[in-house]
Structure formats: structure tokens, C-alpha cells
């Protein structure tokens, strides 16, 4: 009898992690971890089952494994997110977000952390094809890869981080009242 409480206990641990996955994609284990307040080899297992059975996928980069739910995600939404759950990294990328075409002095002066720390994450950044590097004279400039991305960084912001949407939302109007205002003038 005792044995059964133990597998319905772990069956509801399970759907627990997944359903913060839902609303967590792309998070990794040590948060999932501290949010839930479970031990990590409660978590490592349950996730490692959740992935055999089809529930989850994960992503590897660098030392970080990252969970989202199955089939919701393209692969470039999966890195913005990834992007987006490490504070640093979403500064740097909204920073150049907002202003369209910063140096790495002005991304330094703004996230106000090493200039060897903004290569690192700029340098991951453009290997995950989310920015670009522009030569500009002897500085170097970053902009999105891609345009159409600027809509799924803030959606993605939106629907999955709301509290850090709030802390943004005024700073992205302004800066898409920019874009539609710089548009009409072409």
C-alpha cells in the first residue's frame, strides 16, 4: 500500500514540473529546481522521464540544460527564450532591442558589468543567430539578425515573463511607435 502512495507522490511531482515547463519554457534545472523546492535528483529523474515519454525536449548549451513543452517552440523561439531566463543575457538583448544599433561601449555603460562579460554574452548571442555584428570604423555595433525577431522577443517576453514584460512595456511601445512612425517616412 505504501508503495503506491511513493509512485502517485512521484506521478504528481511529474505534473507539477511539467506544468511549470508550460509556463517556463526554457528554463533550466537549477531554477526549475529552486522554484519548486524539490531535490535535483527528484528533478533529474522526473524530467529525464517526462522526455521519454514525449512530454518534453530539452537543449544543451554550454553547462545549462533547458526544458520546454514538446512541439510548442521552433528552434530560434527555444533560444530567445533560453536568452530570456538568464538576466544578463535579456539586458543585452533588449538594450539592442531598444536601441537598434548600440556599440559595446554603450551596451557596457547600460548593463554596467565588465566589457569582457558583454563579449561573452554578445559572442553567444550572435552564435545563436539572434544578433549580428556590424563593423562600424573601428567600433563594432549589434543589431537583431533579423527584423521579424524584434516581434517574437517581445511576445515571447509577453506571454512568458509578464513580470518583466510590466518593467518593459513602456520602453517597447515607445520603441515600436519608433518603428511604425520610421516606416510611414519610407
Known sequence: MGGCLV????EGTAEKLLSFIQDNPGCHLRRIKRAMGISMGTVQYQLDKLE???RVTSTRH???KYYFPIGLFKD????????L??????????FILEQKSPTQTDIVNN????ARSISWHVGRLIALKIIREIRDGRYKRYELQDDDDA????TLLRNYYPSIW??????????????????EME
Open 111 to 114: 548593463v554596467r558589468i565588465s
Open 151 to 154: 516581434k517574437y522577443i517581445l
Open 7 to 10: 509512485l502517485d507522490e512521484l
Open 85 to 94: 531566463t538568464h538576466e544578463t543575457a535579456r539586458k543585452i538583448l533588449m
Open 166 to 183: 510590466d518593467k518593459w512595456s513602456m520602453r517597447v511601445v515607445e520603441m515600436f511607435l519608433s518603428l511604425s512612425g520610421s516606416r
Open 76 to 83: 530560434n523561439e527555444k533560444d530567445i527564450l533560453e536568452v
Open 62 to 64: 554550454g553547462l545549462y
Open 52 to 54: 521519454k515519454k514525449g
